[in-house]
């Protein structure tokens, strides 16, 4: 296959640059004397390297040769970046180093943009939004009233992070409650973790996350007390539903082990050699049948709260790893305003970055942790499952979701580095006075915020985060010289499936009109799942069958279909780096590329139509409407130009080249260095042997 010429540019990464903390493994390889060693922090290399093998985090196999450099020169460089890939300290991450210097040069700017604020520069909606990153009350506060908790108010007892470290400073909790209660409450539950709010329905049904109650005594009291805030918050008084995410779904080691699995069996060498046994392999790593798990079991805590009109508690041992998900999962269901990207970006601020779910350690970027597990990327998973199923419900592209997962391996940002906010505030902190650094009225270093995408991309290049496909909410149309909003509702949206064969509606083939059958949301669950009565499986099974069986509501609830092939893998994510995984002119980009320019046409349209009926009034309204909204633009009026030679099932990434894999001899690291120092540290570890 020919080597592909396109790949998106990373405004803060060269074609072949490696984040330190992206780096999974580095292993030296002699090939005359037939060595090969894994390299740790510190460690003596005892034979000169002709080859250095990088394996990444994110699937990726970068391979250099030694052949034009001398041998200590090459036991140099290896020995450098196994120190610095590996450190010891949270302080010496590049985000520290980066930021202290940015404070001492306030006039300096990453990429000519100044990132400071933190938050200043999210991705806005056609309204111009910004995403929100809930570090104060007002944040929180706008968020009751957009989902309209009238009887949910938010709490300031942990500010400064008096009560627990572990917590945002600010939360949202039941009116009734008290602060005082909260806060002689709070010791009896694990971390101090006091429950927390995530999401109300428009029926009075809130989403609510706890921790367990360590105090066995004080257990059932506890327990009581916070379940009747919680009714009484509800409109209808309706009772409370608890699910007990640590026996209902897999544990963080569970899914750490499946992802291991699924690495090496998408990296292995060579991938030929797998290929006859592949499919029974992937079943073996589990991967599929985790995300079937969290599908399924959040579909059904959309049921609990969409058509029993109860509220829901997700019960977790520490609350901040497996409810993540499950509460993110069910919002995604929900509420469609989770569904566009800054509603998106919100979403996981709230839940994953202020709740305290542990990037540090989950995403293990010290190299040093034994609770190590790949949730954000399964979240991520689950997501790309209901964009698979439903692409014109979500706002955002698979390309989308997969920078964003990389973006996570970068450690510049601050969004995904610490374990909670108060790790930040604390950490950065003690950096800012070691470096006598002047905070002022700040909490803390201010760290560049992965939610402003224009550091790392040119706003051409953010266009592919758009879905071409998405039916928002409105859609301007001009009709008699005018521009009029056409409503898409349940109604009108389904009369456009008229004509469909009923197989196809809502966007799969139906199975003998859902017949039950093996994993299937509609047969009758097993009582130790969800501990309900008859009556009760009956009517979730009742549910399911008569949801499946109504066009889908692109603005409503959205249920995942999770029956045998409907479980995907994610070979985007998980393939890009394997030439010989990869589709020359084939693969989803081919279909996007498509409906982009048809997209774009119609947009085309919509000016001429502007041009020759409107006014210039008019036209100054809907000046938006002048610029593509996609990243791939028709020529003319029905533009039947061929597909770019550099598109690939692995766009817009680039599996072909110079250092990728065993296919390729490899290029001479002096190539790279060429100019470069060696910097004076590693003069030690080389002549450590």
């Not at 790949?374 to 979701?401: G, H, I, N, T």
């Not at 008859?534 to 603005?555: C, G, I």
């Not at 817009?652 to 190539?671: A, D, E, Y």
Request: proline share 5%; hydrophobic share 35%.
């Amino acid at each position: 296959m020919p080597l592909q010429k396109f790949h998106y540019k990373n405004l803060l990464l060269g074609e072949h640059d490696v984040p330190l903390t992206c780096i999974e493994q580095i292993v030296t390889v002699n090939d005359t004397k037939r060595k090969q060693k894994v390299l740790g922090p510190n460690q003596k290399l005892k034979f000169n390297p002709t080859e250095l093998i990088i394996y990444c985090k994110d699937f990726r196999i970068v391979r250099f040769r030694f052949d034009e450099a001398g041998p200590e020169s090459a036991k140099k460089v290896c020995l450098a970046i196994a120190h610095y890939s590996q450190p010891t300290d949270l302080q010496l991450l590049f985000a520290f180093e980066y930021v202290g210097e940015i404070y001492h040069n306030p006039a300096k700017k990453v990429n000519g943009i100044d990132p400071g604020g933190g938050g200043g520069g999210g991705i806005s909606s056609a309204s111009g939004q910004q995403t929100p990153l809930f570090e104060t009350y007002s944040d929180w506060d706008r968020e009751i009233k957009r989902t309209g908790a009238s009887e949910w108010r938010v709490c300031s007892v942990n500010e400064g992070y008096m009560i627990s470290t572990c917590l945002p400073e600010y939360f949202v909790v039941p009116s009734s409650l008290a602060d005082q209660d909260l806060k002689l409450y709070s010791y009896s539950f694990i971390g101090r973790r006091m429950p927390l709010w995530s999401w109300n329905h428009p029926n009075g049904s809130a989403l609510v996350r706890m921790a367990n109650i360590k105090d066995v005594l004080q257990q059932r009291r506890i327990d009581q007390r916070i379940c009747n805030a919680i009714t009484r918050s509800h409109p209808l008084r309706s009772d409370v539903y608890k699910s007990d995410l640590d026996k209902c779904l897999p544990s963080i080691q569970e899914i750490q082990a499946a992802h291991i699995k699924l690495k090496q069996l998408c990296v292995n060498e060579p991938f030929e050699e797998t290929e006859e046994k592949w499919l029974s392999s992937l079943e073996n790593t589990h991967w599929l049948e985790y995300i079937r798990l969290f599908l399924k079991h959040s579909a059904e805590l959309v049921y609990m709260m969409e058509c029993k009109h109860v509220s829901v508690v997700l019960q977790e041992e520490e609350g901040r790893d497996l409810s993540c998900l499950a509460a993110s999962l069910i919002q995604v269901m929900l509420d469609p305003y989770f569904r566009t990207i800054v509603g998106f970006q919100s979403l996981i601020q709230k839940e994953w970055v202020m709740a305290g779910y542990q990037f540090l350690d989950r995403c293990n970027h010290l190299k040093r942790s034994d609770k190590e597990s790949p949730l954000f990327l399964m979240f991520l998973d689950c997501v790309w499952q209901l964009l698979e199923q439903y692409p014109a419900a979500f706002e955002f592209s698979e390309m989308y979701l997969t920078i964003l997962y990389d973006s996570a391996r970068i450690s510049l940002f601050g969004t995904f580095l610490f374990n909670c906010p108060h790790q930040r505030v604390k950490e950065s902190t003690e950096f800012a006075i070691s470096k006598n650094i002047q905070l002022g009225d700040e909490k803390g270093l201010r760290f560049p915020c992965v939610w402003d995408w224009s550091l790392q991309f040119t706003s051409r290049d953010r266009l592919l985060f758009h879905n071409p496909l998405y039916i928002g909410k409105s859609a301007p149309c001009v009709q008699n010289g005018a521009v009029k909003t056409f409503k898409r509702s349940k109604k009108n949206y389904s009369s456009t499936l008229r004509g469909v064969p009923p197989a196809l509606k809502n966007g799969i083939i139906s199975e003998q009109e859902f017949l039950p059958r093996r994993n299937s949301l509609i047969l009758k669950l097993k009582p130790d799942f969800l501990q309900q009565t008859e009556s009760q499986s009956n009517s979730m099974e009742q549910y399911f069958r008569d949801w499946f069986a109504k066009p889908v509501d692109l603005h409503g609830v959205i249920l995942p279909h999770i029956s045998g092939t409907q479980i995907k893998l994610w070979k985007l994510c998980y393939f890009r780096w394997v030439p010989e995984a990869q589709i020359n002119h084939g693969g989803f980009i081919t279909a996007f590329h498509k409906v982009s320019l048809l997209a774009d046409e119609v947009d085309m349209l919509n000016r001429s139509l502007r041009q020759y009926k409107s006014n210039s009034s008019l036209q100054g309204n809907c000046s938006d409407l002048d610029q593509s909204r996609m990243y791939f633009r028709a020529n003319s009026l029905n533009d039947t130009s061929a597909a770019p030679d550099f598109l690939s099932s692995s766009f817009p990434f680039s599996p072909v080249g110079n250092l990728c894999r065993r296919s390729i001899l490899g290029t001479p690291l002096s190539k790279f260095l060429s100019g470069a120092k060696i910097w004076l540290s590693t003069e030690t570890l080389a002549n450590e042997d």
